[in-house]
């Protein structure tokens, strides 16, 4: 299957129009043999009878500016749409977010506060976030008590030299699809982590477009999930001498199912680019499922570019080896746990956030 | 303290230990010596309770106790502690907050309170000066690119922290040089008095020199062949165990 999109339709239209003309042509939840979407199993209605649990983020309210009501400005995605390469097969599930929603924007230069707060689960638009200065700001984007059957997208838009970190906590969600799209422009840094805990059916799309000498780190964490939780990345180094690192950790037990694909793409003038990545799962029992899929895409021949990916159980010898020192085994599965995704949460920068984070994800764990 | 009665024991249908005996008073320390493969360290799992291992007869009675139907937590909240001859590695977990776990499940199994956490930091820290080993390694990961004598001294640090009765330390000379061996058996006789007991397993006499036993048992094909004194080392020493062991 192929789909070609023309941009000079796309101008005489609006994004939305050719957006709903595209997916008239063919109705993805027809077609299940798209690579990837394969495991994600979006044609299904998962349910589960678990209450969700309302998680509490009222202290992390206290400690940042929430910005949520100011995203109010409409925007218009016509001049951005050629920066995102939407003529593979798999693109009409992200055009699908445009024909069911406006777009709307912030500019997170607007604030002053280093640490700010979005619930996106409060917006029913596609969200544009745009940053240029040069200081680091933290975002948390919370996503949560979500049941929408439609993709929503989350644009981020880094200038020249610009700093973002972004924690997003994707937690009690019935059903949830979200695209992030990031363009960093040259020497701008990315850390994206995103923390996915009692979800029933998620899918998280991140696409990222790398130009020159700009680093990406993005990290996943995911516990305690019924159901469906899907992961999908895309991340193309399109410059010279930019990095990206990705890591996802993922817990699965309960008969959930967890995936994650990722592709690393080099295009053939990014000489220089240092690509990492690694998927690691945790499975607790043998009704769970996990499948793994890493990808490289490379057309340069100067460039270091690496990937694993694991599928373990909590080891024998490790438990026994608590026990023979007086720790029960409930106590020694949870630090074991904690351990395979301590990880994720070292990674976050900000004191703040990540003390708020790991006492969250302690209490999250089960 | 601890009393083997014609212990048996098999793993996937092969037998390993044949009807062994061993008694060890509170106070003693006793030396299990043998060849490989005579099932020393079968002998120290199936003590410290690890599965895979099938008992098919025999009594293990531990201080009044019937060792084999606690479990492993409980045999060591109940004062038993095996120095690993290979200690687990275990990346994520800080060795101080590994130890502290240790010490304060312990204390949960004897009804006491949590110890506190400048106390802990105290006595963690002199210990582990006693034992050579830097604060820094405390912070690392649990025995994680840990050389092997590090290794080791972090086993006899979790046991001078967990100050057990019955210790068994499994071949804990194995892969220590001179200086860590004295180290290491220093820290094991500054634990020793009248209320606690070892079991000391090796292949050589060297660590007998640091480490003096009340009794000398030497293990082949899965039976004390022959007990003694200190003095059955050094002949261990002189003929090695295939004569020593034909000659009992």
Known sequence: MELVLNLDKIQSKSVSQYAKDILDNQNPYKNFKIENYKYAQLHKDVKSEILLRDIDFSKLLDNTKNITSSISNPFDLTANLNLWNYNNEDSFFRVSSLVKRETKSVNLDTFNDRNLFLDISQINENIHISKSSTNEINLIILNSKLNDEYPKSIFLDLSNNSKLNVVHFNVSNNKSFLYFETNLQDNSYFNFISFQSDNIHTRNEFYASLNQECNFDLYGLNINNYGVNDNYSFIQHLKPSSSSREVFKSIVEKGAITNFQGKIYVDSIAQKTDGYQMSRSLLLDDISKANNKPELEIYADDVKCSHGSTVSKLDDEQIYYFKSRGIDSEIAKKILKKAFIVEIIESIKDDMLKNYSNELIESLLS | ?248
């Open chain 2, 1 to 248: 303290m601890l009393e083997i009665k014609n212990l048996h024991v098999s793993i996937e249908e092969n037998k390993i230990i044949k009807g062994l005996d061993l008694s060890i008073n509170k106070g003693e320390v006793h030396a299990l010596m043998g060849p490989n493969g005579s099932g020393k360290s079968t002998l120290s799992y199936v003590l410290s309770g690890k599965d895979k291992y099938e008992i098919n007869d025999g009594t293990i009675d531990y201080n009044g106790k019937n060792l084999l139907e606690l479990d492993v937590d409980e045999r060591a909240n109940e004062g038993l502690f095996l120095a690993f001859q290979y200690p687990m590695e275990i990346p994520g977990v800080q060795t101080s907050f590994f130890l502290k776990t240790a010490i304060n499940s312990k204390r949960k199994y004897l009804g006491q309170s949590e110890m506190d956490a400048l106390e802990f930091a105290k006595l963690m820290k002199s210990k582990a000066e006693e034992l050579n080993i830097s604060t820094e390694m405390l912070k690392r990961d649990l025995n994680v690119n840990y050389s092997g004598g590090e290794k080791k001294k972090q086993e006899i640090l979790q046991m001078s922290m967990l100050s057990p009765k019955m210790a068994i330390l499994d071949e804990t000379d194995s892969g220590l040089d001179i200086d860590a061996l004295r180290i290491v058996s220093e820290g094991v006789n500054k634990l020793r008095n009248s209320e606690n007991s070892f079991l000391v397993i090796t292949h050589y006499q060297r660590l007998l020199n640091y480490i003096k036993p009340d009794f000398v048992h030497i293990i082949a094909d899965g039976k004390i062949v022959k007990s003694g004194d200190y003095s059955l080392a050094l002949e261990l020493e002189e003929k090695g165990y295939e004569e020593i062991s034909q000659t009992a």
